[in-house]
T-cell receptor
Framework: GAVVSQHPSWVICKSGTSVKIECRSL??????MFWYRQFPKQSLMLMAT?????????EQGVEKDKFLINHASLTLSTLTVTSAHPEDSSFYIC??????????????????FGDGTRLSIL | SQQGEEDPQALSIQEGENATMNCSYK?????LQWYRQNSGRGLVHLIL?????REKHSGRLRVTLDTSKKSSSLLITASRAADTASYFC????????????FGRGTSLIVHP
């Protein structure tokens, strides 16, 4: 089955540090990936849609300069939390659409999720 | 914006019992998906039901969709302790988007 690898699985760092999270589709190509943020016992909040070869589309209220997204290949998207502060501590999850399962731009299809990254900023 | 909301927020049952979770959404959809999340992990896709389908089965899972009531249900039959997880429904962002959005989920605990 389609596997998405997210790395690191957890990170603890000091306030002011920038942290990069990688999301890789291991056995499929993904033109589109999504980045979510999840607080304890809460829903997944969509942060941005990552598109290979073009700029990410950010959701309202998400700071583009704070959360830098790069989708340089069909199998890798990265999220960099710049100058992280304690309020950025959260569980970050990526998901990917398998291009071979694509039923069209406006068709929902199963998302393949990474295992998430728990970010703790001290 | 977020569309789907699951109900109940928490459900605690004994092994062998059935578990039913509901999802309500606001605007028209072309399909709805259910996902499972084990604690501290990513989501696993369970089932997708299209707007022209009323019921779908997958193993011990049964999903129904009522587009007139804008609601869906997920039934897990003969539950097992390993079914303990959070369950989310995913619907497209309002406005005809393909981008999935999630509710708060139902936290299911199955006691052995």
């Amino acid at each position: 089955g389609a596997v998405v690898s997210q790395h690191p699985s957890w990170v603890i760092c000091k306030s002011g540090t920038s942290v990069k999270i990688e999301c890789r589709s291991l056995d499929f190509q993904a033109t589109t990936m999504f980045w979510y943020r999840q607080f304890p016992k809460q829903s997944l909040m969509l942060m941005a849609t990552s598109n290979e070869g073009s700029k990410a589309t950010y959701e309202q209220g998400v700071e583009k300069d704070k959360f830098l997204i790069n989708h340089a290949s069909l199998t890798l998207s990265t999220l960099t939390v710049t100058s992280a502060h304690p309020e950025d501590s959260s569980f970050y999850i990526c998901s990917a659409r398998d291009d071979s399962e694509d039923r069209g731009l406006y068709s929902n299809q199963p998302q393949h999720f990474g295992d998430g990254t728990r970010l703790s900023i001290l | 914006s977020q569309q789907g909301e699951e109900d109940p927020q928490a459900l605690s049952i004994q092994e062998g019992e059935n578990a039913t979770m509901n999802c309500s959404y606001k605007t028209s959809i072309n399909n709805l998906q259910w996902y499972r999340q084990n604690s501290g992990r990513g989501l696993v896709h369970l089932i997708l039901i299209r707007s022209n389908e009323r019921e779908k089965h997958s193993g011990r899972l049964r999903v129904t969709l009522d587009t007139s009531k804008k609601s869906s249900s997920l039934l897990i039959t003969a539950s097992r302790a390993a079914d303990t997880a959070s369950y989310f429904c995913a619907t497209p962002k309002s406005g005809g988007s393909y981008i999935p959005t999630f509710g708060r989920g139902t936290s299911l605990i199955v006691h052995p």
